[in-house]
């Protein structure tokens, strides 16, 4: 299997996506956050001392998402379309989840998964006063589609 982002004196570097073509490209990621009950009830109730937990990992996730070509090395800027963050309750924990649109040269898969994770971490921040047994787990990429755009 051929790495990509290596040279063949195996020396990290940023694929080169000079020839692709531009392309209609969405990707959804999701991942949990284990919480107590009680932690639950909070952010449900928007009783966190913090603040409204959802909206602030919301706003948290589409700005990371935006900040990944600078955390992520050879992830190359991309323009990002929409961005979108949304929140499930479960009986032991948050699930969240993304969805990452743009028209590219690459894929968002990156973005998403991003988005996840700092949304969790967001979350975390804000509960760790009151929750000390959090866990973020599973973070995962659901879907990747790419659509070439009709010229």
């Known amino acids: 299997m051929k790495m990509t982002h290596l040279t063949t004196e195996g020396k990290a570097r940023m694929?080169?996506?000079?020839?692709?073509p531009v392309s209609r490209r969405?990707?959804?990621?999701?991942?949990?956050i284990k919480l107590r009950p009680e932690t639950?009830?909070?952010?449900?109730?928007n009783q966190v001392k913090k603040g409204d937990v959802l909206a602030v990992a919301r706003i948290a996730g589409i700005s990371a998402a935006?900040?990944?070509?600078?955390?992520?090395?050879?992830?190359?800027?991309?323009?990002?379309?929409?961005?979108?963050?949304d929140f499930e309750f479960e009986e032991d924990g948050l699930r969240i989840f993304?969805?990452?649109?743009?028209?590219?040269?690459?894929?968002?898969?990156?973005?998403?998964?991003?988005?996840?994770a700092v949304a969790?971490?967001?979350?975390?921040?804000?509960c760790k006063a009151v929750d000390k047994e959090m866990v973020i787990e599973k973070i995962f990429l659901q879907e990747k589609k790419k659509d070439e755009i009709q010229s």
């Not at 969405?26 to 949990?32: I, V």
């Not at 600078?70 to 979108?84: A, E, S, Y």
């Open 40 to 45: 639950l009830s909070l952010i449900k109730d």
């Open 26 to 32: 969405e990707a959804r990621a999701q991942g949990k």
């Open 120 to 126: 969790a971490l967001t979350v975390y921040d804000m």
């Open 98 to 116: 993304s969805r990452v649109i743009c028209e590219g040269k690459t894929g968002a898969e990156m973005e998403a998964l991003t988005t996840v």
């Open 15 to 20: 694929v080169d996506i000079t020839d692709k």
């Open 66 to 85: 935006k900040k990944t070509a600078d955390l992520i090395p050879l992830c190359h800027n991309i323009t990002l379309n929409q961005v979108g963050v």
